[in-house]
């Protein structure tokens, strides 16, 4: 049915000509391609169907991370695990075992009083009825916020979060000068590794020291997998949340119908926090490696080819989400998006960035803003990696 004839479309996927401000017309274009369509210059496979994306993410058994999970990974060997996201069963297993209390349920609601009253404070700190940048006014500093708070980083240190994440993502400014990068990513492990060791010696309320004690039948996370990890931890926690809030709140301004459903119904609030993460889709793609022969969509697939889940793009699938899939709306539901991805690698997080969306809602809300208008152009970042919003001017029209 397919034959690796090269696809032209998926050299667009490339850092110099992605279409960064607007790639759903690629995502179309690639879906209507084929189930999956092959990439001759990066030899790779792209699974740009909502179908494929999820078979291929629920199976860990035939589909591997631990190969590489960017296309610039592949053919790269690691000594080490670099992410928890690049680890299988049964490695993938155990680590999920030991991490998991950290972001248990009891955990996550116990945090929700403290990030919705961090929400509301900042909300109130915005000005209303004038141009603001969201993303510097509010988006950016609530996961900020969070993670710091999650981590037991020092809140005189927070400020520090936003620049260790920028230079963890390929694609930002940060990760363009090469020299800052590697500066700010040292000084965030070495941060990272003090609050362990102090964590050995004084526990405190926080995720650092659960997952430092966390103890499962005797086994425990040395020193390296935690400093693998609260990296991982670090970054993902705060650009995701970060670029979910900011393009939400985009969102809104470029449909100026949809939060006054919001103001009229407080219910949606949930709806639309899924809604948020699909359209957003702030994870564009990741990849998994064929461990097996096997076939994707009816196209046959050979062991170690590698294929690039194209997430942003299933999120708009026709197929899934019906004839409006690129329409925003509040009320969606079903929503089965992947913007936390699929199957055994599904985000840790999901829980806590689902409340921060939803917080930033509803403080708005509580704040009486009737509408959310745009006040210029939105700026994004070049990164192929996380859809990222840099700036975006708008109106919180309180009057």
């Known amino acids: 049915m397919n034959d690796r004839r090269h696809e032209p479309l998926t050299e667009q996927l490339a850092d110099?000509?992605?279409?960064?401000?607007?790639?759903?017309?690629?995502?179309?274009?690639?879906?209507?391609?084929?189930?999956?369509?092959?990439?001759?210059?990066?030899?790779?496979?792209?699974?740009?169907?909502?179908?494929?994306v999820t078979a291929v993410?629920?199976?860990?058994t035939r589909f591997c991370s631990g190969r590489g999970i960017l296309t610039f990974e592949i053919g790269v060997e690691y000594p080490t695990p670099p992410t928890m996201m690049h680890t299988d069963p049964p490695a993938h297993t155990r680590y999920r075992a030991l991490v998991q209390p950290a972001f248990g349920r009891r955990v996550v609601r116990?945090?929700?009083?403290?990030?919705?009253?961090?929400?509301?404070?900042?909300?109130?700190?915005?000005?209303?009825?004038?141009?603001?940048?969201?993303?510097?006014?509010?988006?950016?500093i609530l996961p900020v916020q969070v993670i710091g708070m999650v981590l037991g980083i020092p809140e005189s240190e927070w400020h520090r979060v936003w620049a260790w994440s920028e230079a963890s993502i390929p694609g930002t400014e940060t990760w363009a000068d090469p020299d800052r990068r590697n500066a700010l990513r040292a000084e965030m492990t070495a941060e990272l590794a003090n609050l362990v060791a102090s964590a050995r010696v004084t526990p405190r309320d926080d995720v650092i020291s659960q997952l430092v004690h966390e103890?499962?039948?005797?086994?425990?996370?040395?020193?390296?997998?935690?400093?693998?990890?609260?990296?991982?931890?670090?970054?993902?926690?705060?650009?995701?949340?970060?670029?979910?809030?900011?393009?939400g709140l985009v969102a809104f301004s470029e449909h100026t119908d949809q939060w006054p459903r919001l103001v009229g119904d407080r219910a949606l609030v949930d709806t639309a926090t899924d809604e948020i993460l699909r359209w957003t889709t702030p994870v564009i793609a990741f990849m998994r490696t064929?461990?097996?022969?096997?076939?994707?969509?009816?196209?046959?697939?050979?062991?170690?080819?590698?294929?690039?889940?194209?997430?942003a793009s299933a999120n708009r699938d026709e197929d899934e989400f019906g004839?409006?899939?690129?329409?925003?709306?509040?009320?969606?539901?079903?929503?089965?998006?992947?913007?936390?991805?699929?199957?055994?690698h599904f985000c840790?997080?999901?829980?806590?960035?689902?409340?921060?969306?939803?917080?930033?809602?509803?403080?708005?809300?509580?704040?009486?803003?009737?509408?959310?208008?745009t006040a210029g152009a939105v700026q994004r970042s070049r990164s192929t990696i996380i859809a990222g919003v840099t700036n975006a001017p708008v109106v919180l029209r309180t009057r």
Do not use: C
């Open 348 to 373: 840790l997080g999901a829980a806590l960035a689902r409340i921060e969306i939803a917080a930033t809602l509803d403080a708005l809300l509580d704040a009486g803003v009737t509408a959310i208008d």
């Open 16 to 52: 110099e000509v992605f279409p960064h401000d607007d790639p759903f017309p690629l995502y179309a274009g690639l879906r209507a391609a084929g189930p999956l369509v092959w990439n001759a210059t990066g030899g790779y496979w792209v699974a740009a169907r909502h179908a494929e």
């Open 323 to 344: 004839l409006d899939a690129d329409t925003f709306r509040v009320d969606r539901s079903p929503n089965h998006h992947v913007a936390f991805g699929f199957g055994p």
């Open 57 to 60: 993410g629920a199976d860990a």
């Open 290 to 311: 064929a461990t097996v022969d096997a076939n994707v969509g009816g196209v046959p697939v050979a062991a170690g080819d590698p294929i690039l889940m194209l997430y």
């Open 215 to 247: 103890d499962l039948d005797g086994d425990r996370l040395s020193d390296d997998e935690l400093a693998m990890f609260l990296n991982q931890l670090l970054v993902a926690g705060n650009e995701t949340t970060r670029n979910a809030i900011s393009g």
């Open 110 to 140: 116990a945090l929700e009083p403290t990030i919705r009253a961090a929400a509301t404070k900042l909300v109130s700190q915005v000005r209303t009825d004038e141009p603001i940048d969201i993303v510097a006014d509010l988006a950016a």
